[in-house]
């Protein structure tokens, strides 16, 4: 049996950063500042991106190949690399990170080599493609629905353990009432809300 195509697909970017000074600290300090100042969960950059499962942003600065002897490979430059899981097609997942984030992208990728040449979605897309690196990594545990439809099964998970702890004990009848209006409560077939938000983490 043929296994199904997912709709959830990885995405890998190394771009080296400028070798320079720039304000008395090396380029790659500004961007290793600029990335670990970022706000996380529902105040990151990319929660307000299209079609983003999970994204990490961070600067390479060198190799050591672990091993029963360690083996140090020393980089010619140091790299901005973005990793993310995402749903759909590239070309649309970069369309819409381009169109909700190119503020954002430029305060961080104009430090890299040839970010300069980027002047709209167009020399972005080809910039992604030119450093992009295959990879064949995947999510587990995503079976690769939309965005929506995991942050549904999110806020159903929760909510229905909050209704677990909350009947312990009660007599069938109440506990038949207390489901109905948990029901109710959680709009089973609306994807619009209730439901998690994108970048959320906490339960409760």
């Known amino acids: ?39 996380s969960n529902e105040k990151s950059p990319f929660a307000k991106v299209p079609g983003t499962y999970t994204a990490r942003l961070f600067v390479l600065d060198d190799l050591v190949l672990e091993g029963l002897e360690p083996v140090e490979r020393h980089l010619q430059s140091k790299y901005l690399v973005f990793n993310c899981h995402f749903h759909g097609e590239l070309a649309a997942y ?6 909700s984030s190119e503020s954002f992208l430029f305060s961080i990728w104009s430090f890299c080599v040839g970010y300069q040449h980027v002047k709209n979605y167009e020399s972005f897309e080809r910039y992604v493609n030119r450093c ?34 909350d009947n312990q004990g009660k007599s069938p009848e109440t506990l038949q009432a207390a489901f109905q209006v948990f029901i109710q409560k959680v709009q089973l077939k609306s994807l619009e809300g209730p439901t998690w938000q994108p970048g959320q983490t906490d339960m409760f």
Do not use: C
């Not at 195509?5 to 961007?31: G, R, T, W, Y």
């Not at 970069?94 to 169109?99: A, F, M, P, Q, T």
């Open 132 to 165: 992009k690196v295959p990879t064949h990594f995947s999510l587990e545990g995503v079976p690769g629905g939309s965005i929506p439809e995991q942050l549904k099964a999110l806020y159903l998970k929760q909510e229905f353990a909050k209704f677990v702890a």
């Open 94 to 99: 970069l369309k819409g990170l381009w169109e």
């Open 1 to 39: 049996m043929t296994k199904p195509k997912s709709n959830l697909n990885n995405l890998v970017v190394i771009s080296p950063i400028i070798n320079a000074i720039f304000q008395e600290k090396a380029v790659s300090d500004h961007v290793r500042e600029r990335v670990q100042a970022l706000p």
